[in-house]
């Protein structure tokens, strides 16, 4: 819709000028850059937020400064920055015996699976790069693209420690895409359509419109989604593949610099991706909570906003409390406890919707 | 139960716990004996304390219970290894070199693995831990391998010394009985260079395994480079 | 599970490792993720330690013994300063022994919270590592209000102490301990009942009896397979027969008797039971008393040699201690509780996955300043 939005603008500006393609062009170009920067500055917000919550946590202080002072300001805000920059400035190492194709592509591709999806989420009511009618189901698909980028940077690392980790989180991940997908089938079948604005559009009126409420089988199936997301994200419990004390640093352990931040801001936006689809499906997207309170379309991009960094802050939280399952517990978790119960729910939600009329 | 029975039977634990159960086997009264040998029982697993001795009063002697588990100690000690070569002599009669048995007995290394494992398994010696294996250079051109060993079950202690020429300096190994002695005596064949028969593995565990000499023998010199790192030498003795 | 044998291969896991507790490297054969031989290859930090002793005096030994196992340095200054009173039979008086008593204890608190903070870290836990950490800084803040340092004390001396304790340090103690009470419940509430935690290592690793004691497997380690052995209440050395205190066990609460869980849980358990010895030491320590009083002179003990074991949090430290008369020490050898518990690795570790594997050398507490001395 943004697209749409800034197409006919520009022709409004410039309504003389032919040659409608250039338009067309920058309408599209100029929401995926924006998508892009709003990506990179997430990620230090994210970065920040992590290490400032889990210091709560950790009953310690965390970044700090002394005052306004630029070394990290009053709160220690630069200093996401300066893991930034740290980061960039760093020394391009690449093992002479890695295999260098893939070595270098694969932080691309795992890249180009967060950002791709971010085209398709919906921060407002009218703030959405491109709003297709297979919205759910185009981000699903996407996010597969990680596995692929894992495993080539544990294969290309020429690495036992990295391959361990590779291979481990390429069964993690296709494992738990299927809880994951069976939950969000639920939703679709309550609000036939695939399409994001369509389903935040069914929940509108308050908080109890919201597709989490609608009936007992939706809060399991919720459970179900955001565990199957920290999965998909290789977040603690679930982080085998990059497990600090086991193996060393999983499949990132050859990387190193400006290769190893693209990794790490690809899960942070992997998380923003897999909220933003939990917050779309089960709550209420960019619906206000109050029914005739603050639900205008200037809003909305406040309340998905803030949805989305509750479901951020408590992934957050449980990273810092749980510790983390062994390969075959997880694998014994997905196959033998969240697809039985997904099924159950399908089975359920179907039942209660012929029902119900 | 009268006092002068109480005092009877502490008497017995006392004896019974410093190592003579002879004393408390032999006592005519049947009762008195099951009820001394429960108690023996008792204070061995920790949940009676050990009732004391009215022999000496704590006002002569400044620190009353120290010296008096020091003295305990070393009659306990001296009661073991006495009662470990008694039984030695009758089974293995020609394999002891010493004479005087207060801190250690003396063996010689050829039966060494037999007597290993008598002691393991004799029921009242029932040495079932071995608490720590050392090899030491003694002057005169020996090495000597010791062994301090423990029974969990009777709770005493016995040591004993194997003592070997510096040029055929084998002993029998231990290390199936004692399962702990695997790297024990690894470890004093890195430092020494002890060798042990029948050990499966007998490698250098501290050292790496390219590493000339032996270490903890007194006419040790080291070597000059290492993989071309050079070796520094000691430094003279810090008076 | 099946058995389907593929290509096996060689993993080597250290020296640097973040799980390792030291450098040591642990070759690793693995069948995909079950491993079936663990070899420990250790000698990365060996020091010399017993060539050193050779060749300084009595008193100089001293501060070696601090750095072969630093994360419980008191302990093995004690168990050298009692074998050496045993060899030269000096008592020391009453204050002293308190003294010495409070520290140990101490020490064993602050080397207990260590070792569970990082088997949760190795677990992947990351919280309850930092408040054993904290807890333990207040314990190191003591330790450096007696003696100036809050790793490596040298402060049991032969016949005494280097420093008394000093003003105030009793009302810091017990302010310490009411401070800390509730913070092992809150440790053990986070830690040990976790369900994620105990999956990870209950059954896991179970170190049957007669294996333990065979390979010579001792402290909390052999007490959480069942034997009820603690140096403290069967040989008492010190004055530790005054005091009342348990000895806590393994029972297999959680899984079998032996296993990860219950080495890990009993040292929550002796946290506790230090706490109460420290106490009871606190309330009867006499006043006064100089600590200094028994130093002798020179230290020339008699021809003789002595094996001397204490209880250290990790298990019975031994030093066999050789002399012939001179203030040098002849022979000193060192027996150190990690070294055999590193020994039941390969024993106990095979048939796991390769998780499980750090998960039981992270329960079996080494540290490697003491294995390689």
Not at chain 2, 70 to 88: G, H, I, P
Request: aromatic share 12%; net charge negative; proline share 5%.
């Amino acid at each position: 819709m943004t697209v749409d939005y800034i197409f006919e603008g520009l022709n409004q500006m410039f309504s003389g000028f032919t040659g409608n393609e250039i338009f067309l062009i920058i309408a599209i170009l100029l929401p995926c850059v924006g998508c892009f920067i709003f990506i990179a500055l997430y990620g230090l917000v994210a970065i920040y937020a992590e290490l400032k919550v889990s210091s709560f946590i950790h009953d310690k202080t965390g970044p700090m400064g002394q005052g306004v002072g630029l070394h990290a300001g009053k709160w220690g805000l630069l200093q996401p920055v300066a893991d930034a920059i740290k980061l960039i400035l760093k020394e391009d190492i690449i093992p002479s015996s890695a295999d260098r194709p893939l070595y270098i592509l694969a932080p691309f591709i795992i890249f180009i699976g967060a950002f791709v999806s971010f085209v398709a989420i919906p921060f407002g009511e009218k703030v959405i790069v491109a709003d297709m009618n297979i919205g759910i189901f185009y981000i699903l698909g996407i996010g597969s693209l990680a596995v692929i980028a894992i495993i080539l940077a544990g294969w290309s690392s020429n690495n036992k420690w990295a391959l361990y980790g590779g291979m481990r989180s390429a069964a993690q991940i296709v494992s738990y895409e299927i809880p994951a997908g069976i939950s969000l089938v639920v939703v679709i079948m309550l609000t036939s359509s695939l399409s994001m604005q369509e389903i935040i559009g069914y929940q509108s009126g308050g908080m109890f419109g919201w597709i989490l409420f609608d009936n007992p089988f939706m809060p399991i199936a919720f459970v179900i989604y955001f565990i199957s997301a920290l999965a998909e994200t290789n977040r603690t419990p679930f982080d085998l593949p990059e497990s600090e004390s086991e193996l060393v640093a999983g499949f990132v352990t050859e990387y190193s610099g400006m290769r190893y931040a693209f990794f790490f801001l690809s899960e942070y936006a992997n998380m923003f991706v897999v909220s933003a689809v939990a917050v779309t499906a089960f709550l209420g997207g960019w619906q206000s909570p109050f029914p005739n309170f603050l639900n205008t379309s200037g809003w909305s991009v406040f309340w998905m906003m803030s949805k989305i960094s509750l479901l951020i802050f408590v992934m957050i939280w449980i990273r810092f409390t749980v510790p983390r399952l062994r390969v075959d517990q997880l694998m014994h978790l997905c196959w033998k406890v969240f697809i039985p119960i997904g099924l159950f729910n399908v089975f359920g939600v179907a039942i209660w919707i012929i029902v119900r009329g | 139960m009268t006092e002068n029975q109480q005092k009877l039977i502490d008497e017995l634990v006392n004896k019974g716990l410093d190592g003579d159960m002879d004393a408390v086997n032999a006592h005519q009264d049947r009762m008195v004996r099951a009820k001394a040998k429960s108690m023996i029982m008792k204070i061995q697993k920790g949940i009676l304390k050990r009732p004391p001795l009215k022999k000496i009063s704590p006002e002569e002697v400044p620190n009353g219970d120290i010296v008096q588990n020091q003295e305990k100690k070393e009659n306990k000690q001296e009661s073991t290894s006495a009662k470990v070569v008694r039984k030695l002599l009758e089974k293995f009669p020609n394999e002891i070199e010493n004479e005087e048995f207060d801190s250690h007995i003396q063996l010689k290394p050829d039966k060494w693995f037999e007597i290993a494992t008598w002691l393991k398994s004799e029921p009242e010696l029932f040495f079932d831990s071995l608490q720590c294996q050392m090899g030491i250079d003694v002057q005169d051109d020996i090495l000597e391998s010791r062994y301090n060993l423990h029974s969990m079950k009777h709770n005493h202690y016995v040591e004993l010394r194997i003592a070997v020429s510096r040029s055929n300096a084998k002993i029998p190994s231990v290390e199936k009985i004692w399962r702990v002695a695997d790297w024990f005596e690894r470890e004093t064949y890195d430092m020494l260079g002890i060798e042990y028969i029948g050990h499966s593995d007998l490698r250098r565990i501290l050292l790496p395994d390219d590493w000339e000499g032996w270490p903890l023998r007194k006419d040790y010199q080291e070597q000059e480079t290492y993989h071309g790192i050079i070796v520094p030498k000691m430094k003279e003795g810090w008076e | 599970m099946g058995v389907v044998h593929g290509e096996e291969m060689v993993l080597n896991i250290g020296p640097q490792h973040p799980a390792t507790h030291g450098v040591l490297r642990l070759q690793v054969r693995t069948d995909g993720e079950v491993v079936s031989k663990i070899t420990p290859y250790m000698g990365y930090l060996h020091r010399c330690f017993e060539k050193h002793c050779e060749n300084v005096t009595y008193e100089q030994v001293i501060p070696f013994t601090d750095r072969c196992d630093y994360l419980a340095s008191m302990s093995m200054n004690f168990g050298y300063v009692v074998a050496m009173e045993r060899l030269m039979d000096i008592k020391v008086n009453e204050r002293v022994e308190y003294i010495r008593i409070i520290m140990a204890e101490l020490q064993r608190i602050a080397s207990h919270l260590l070792c569970t903070g990082v088997f949760g870290l190795d677990l992947g836990a990351f919280t309850p590592f930092l408040w054993a950490l904290r807890d333990r800084e207040r314990i190191l803040d003591l330790f450096e209000l007696t003696c100036g340092a809050r790793l490596l004390y040298n402060y049991m001396w032969v016949g005494g102490l280097s420093h008394d304790l000093p003003v105030g340090f009793v009302e810091s103690t017990f302010k310490f301990l009411d401070y800390f009470e509730p913070k092992i419940d809150e440790l053990e509430n986070i830690l040990a009942h976790n369900k994620i935690l105990v999956e990870r290592s209950a059954d896991i690793g179970v170190m049957p009896k007669d294996i333990a004691i065979s390979y010579g497997v001792t402290g909390p380690n052999l007490r959480a397979s069942g034997v009820k052995w603690d140096l403290r209440k069967d040989d008492p050395y010190s004055i530790y027969d005054r005091f009342e205190f348990d000895v806590p066990i393994g029972q297999g609460l959680k899984g079998t008797v032996g296993d990860c869980w219950d080495r890990f849980y009993v040292r929550i358990l002796e946290i506790r039971e230090s706490v109460k010895i420290v106490r009871q030491a606190l309330a009867s320590i006499p006043k006064d008393g100089d600590v200094h009083q028994s130093l002798p002179k020179k230290i020339r003990p008699p021809k003789g040699s002595v094996y001397a074991r204490t209880e250290t949090p990790r298990g019975d430290l031994g030093y066999y201690i050789e002399s012939d008369g001179s203030p040098i020490p002849y022979r000193l050898k060192m027996r150190s509780p990690a070294f055999t518990a590193l020994s039941v690795l390969d024993e106990i570790g095979g048939g796991w996955l390769l998780s499980d594997v750090l998960a039981i050398l992270g329960s079996l507490d080494i540290v490697l300043g003491e294995i390689d001395r």
